[in-house]
């Protein structure tokens, strides 16, 4: 058997390591830990003969190709080349403008050399139907309806926002949520405001769809999060009214007993409050001031004296 020299070794090791940077299939390199996490903006429109983009990642330095790329269906590419050099800022940030003029509409994936991020940045066009926006993007099951605000454009008085999401089930396979609005207000063309009601919805990332009269529509991806709110502290404490006066008749020297009724107590959260007082046994002659207390599940305590 031939041993190998250090040298030859040495060599080898450096190829399997360059080899596992190219065919790993993690859209980075590892010779220089190149990732690409996001654009800003994140879309231009068709009728921009210039739009400034900035990546945000990792690893980025001078002498990088740049690049928006969407892979067609029939197996070619339209590719966005920058219209001049890439700058870069740092080893976190660089920065290129496009020509979208006459762009495909799509959505492209942003390549920095091997590294890629899927849909990272939409060529729209300027004329037609788009959302950009919903706000808040965010809304509780446990709370009550989320009232939002849709920008977008060409949106119409008949417009149609929604939300919707697909689950997978192993029983019954892909599911289609969808949320429609309890109210909808058409404001202009590039607004629209809508109430969702989230009460017993599925959590997660839904898409904001606007559908237009023509049955035409626009799907803003993973843009509105379904969350379970965390129940605050219960600080607020009972309400109670006593029971009105009572006046008893001398039953014997050492005192006399009286029934003193039952106070009105309420609470917004526990149904059975806890109720005491501090009514002795059997009442003396002359006037008592009787306090009653009532106690919810937190600990929040009321008083009213009778």
Not at 34 to 39: D, E, G, K, P, Q
């Amino acid at each position: 058997m031939r041993s190998k020299t250090p040298a030859t070794l040495a060599w080898q090791v450096c190829a399997l390591v360059l080899a596992f940077g190219v065919l790993s299939g993690t859209g980075m390199t590892e010779a220089w830990a190149v990732s690409v996490n996001y654009a800003d903006p994140s879309f231009g429109f068709d009728n921009q003969s210039s739009v400034d983009v900035t990546f945000y990642g990792s690893g980025f330095h001078d002498g990088m190709t740049v690049k928006l790329d969407k892979h067609l269906h029939h197996g070619s590419h339209a590719t966005l080349w920058p219209l001049s050099g890439v700058h870069v800022v740092s080893d976190s940030e660089l920065r290129v403008s496009f020509n979208l003029s006459g762009a495909y509409l799509a959505n492209y994936t942003l390549w920095v050399d091997d590294a890629w991020r899927n849909n990272g940045f939409e060529v729209r066009d300027a004329d037609g139907l788009w959302v950009s926006s919903i706000s808040p993007n965010r809304g509780a099951t446990n709370r009550p309806p989320v009232a939002t605000t849709i920008t977008g454009n060409t949106f119409q008085s008949g417009s149609r926002p929604m939300l919707q999401k697909q689950i997978v089930n192993n029983d019954k396979g892909v599911q289609w949520y969808t949320i429609y609005p309890t109210s909808t207000t058409f404001v202009s063309s590039t607004e629209l405001q809508a109430t969702f009601d989230l009460a017993g919805q599925p959590t997660g990332y839904w898409d904001v769809v606007v559908k237009q009269p023509n049955g035409t529509h626009y799907s803003l991806t993973s843009a509105f999060e379904v969350v379970v709110a965390p129940t605050p502290p219960d600080t607020t404490p009972p309400t109670i009214i006593p029971p009105a006066d009572v006046t008893a008749e001398q039953a014997n020297r050492d005192g006399t007993a009286v029934s003193l009724g039952s106070p009105q107590v309420s609470d917004d959260r526990d149904p059975n409050p806890t109720v005491t007082n501090d009514a002795p046994a059997v009442f003396p002659l002359g006037f008592t001031t009787v306090t009653w207390t009532a106690t919810d599940a937190a600990g929040n305590t009321a008083t009213a004296t009778q």
